[in-house]
């Protein structure tokens, strides 16, 4: 039976009822037997109750139906009280609805064991863990990293690193830090990095972690090596013209050393020749020990003592110290802060050393051009990052130069170290800051300190 003819018999039930109700209102009208009339009014009130019944059996087996659903109950329902004239029916409904719905279930156990055996095959560490503490999952390459097989709360890794623990929970969205482990025979240097996930209602971490200690170790020795390379370079180029002329010097005296007697004739020009062979050695040996004093400074840069500093009062005390190097080489110099009032926190010994050098460079980029324009200005970005930047309308540096020129010795000026650059990003890097630049060639190039919300 389909549902048109459910609705068909319960049209026929209602037009009963209906009739009946004339009947008895017809026969009361023509003073019919009371009780006649009286037995009319129970047939009709029996045919209302047995519709109410028929109707309500069937609202209960649907109640059934969908609380069994609710509770993950697939299995199929018993319809024997329900009117066999409807138990076709519903049995048919209800088996269209159970087999969409193990088919949804089905599928989704599909997809989440899909995601699952790929979540625990992924070669990073994945832990996801709730407010209280409690895992729901810790993939393969998560027990490899903390050596661990049966974890069930966060608190129990306080046994491998306390501070990995505490760094789960601190670390917000976004949030990234290194944490080292140390081991008898290993270390590791484990990446961190979180996202905070909500789920019906309750509230989730992802933690992902990844181990670059092998990628530290090769950057390292990379760093060596260019590190190596560039010493080399520079002291060869030192040490080779001083062995030469050592050895020249060395020459002409055991010439005149030859001779066998105290005092030999030495002529001017040759006395000359020594002379300034020997100033040459001086002089490549004071590079030669500036070039050391460099390094050093460059491996040893002081800890900032922070204060809060008025960022105008600082530009202005660095505009003073080089106003006469400006007006000598005929640069206009304009220093602009926005707001007037700006304030940030910095050591300003540190970075006014940044800003000399930065400014240094930029009078020295000028090539024999007439107009010569530096700006020096600070501002505040809309995340609230607070800036300083230094501009010139110089002749620029190419793309080649740009990615290397805050490699330590690395410099595109004849009598440049190599160092000034390097060591103001170390000192940015020490303000939690960064240091970049923008250039082309021809145009100018514009270098830009950021803090980051201190």
Known sequence: ???????TQIIVRVVAIVLTFMLM????????????VVL????????????????????????????????????????????????????????????????????????QHYL??????????????????????????????????HTKNIEELRQISKHLVDSFYELKTGGRVLIKLETEDEIRQLSVYAIELSMSGENFKLISLQNIQSELEENEMEAWQKLVRVLTHEIMNSVTPISSLATTVEADLVTYLDCGEDVCEIRQEDLSDIHLAVQTIQRRSEGLIRFVSDFRSLTQ???PKFQFVEVALLLEQVRLLLKHEMESNKIKFDV???????MVTMDPELIQQVLINLLKNAIQAFDEQENKNIWMYAYQDEKNNYLIAVKDNGS?????AQSKIFIPFFTTKKTGSGIGLSLSRQIMRRHNGSISVKSKVGEGTEFIMRFNNL
Do not use: C
């Open 396 to 400: 620029g540096i190419d793309d080649e």
């Open 301 to 303: 840069t002081p800890e």
């Open 25 to 36: 209102f017809s026969l009361a009208s023509n003073n019919a037997f009371p009780l006649t």
């Open 116 to 149: 699952t055996t790929i979540v625990q095959h992924v070669g990073i560490g994945l832990i996801t863990f709730d407010n209280k503490g409690d895992i729901q999952i810790m993939n393969i390459a998560a027990k490899r990293l903390l050596k661990t097989d």
């Open 40 to 111: 009319v009014l129970v047939l009709a009130l029996a045919q209302v109750v047995a519709l109410i019944k028929y109707i309500e059996r069937i609202h209960v087996e649907i109640h059934k139906f969908f609380t069994s659903v609710q509770n993950n109950d697939f299995s199929e329902p018993d319809l024997s009280n329900v009117p066999e004239s409807y138990q076709l029916y519903l049995k048919q409904q209800f088996s269209g609805v159970l087999n969409s719905l193990r088919k949804a279930r089905h599928s989704r156990e599909e997809r």
């Open 1 to 7: 039976m389909d549902y048109k003819q459910i609705r």
């Open 336 to 342: 602009n802060v926005e707001p007037e009032n700006l």
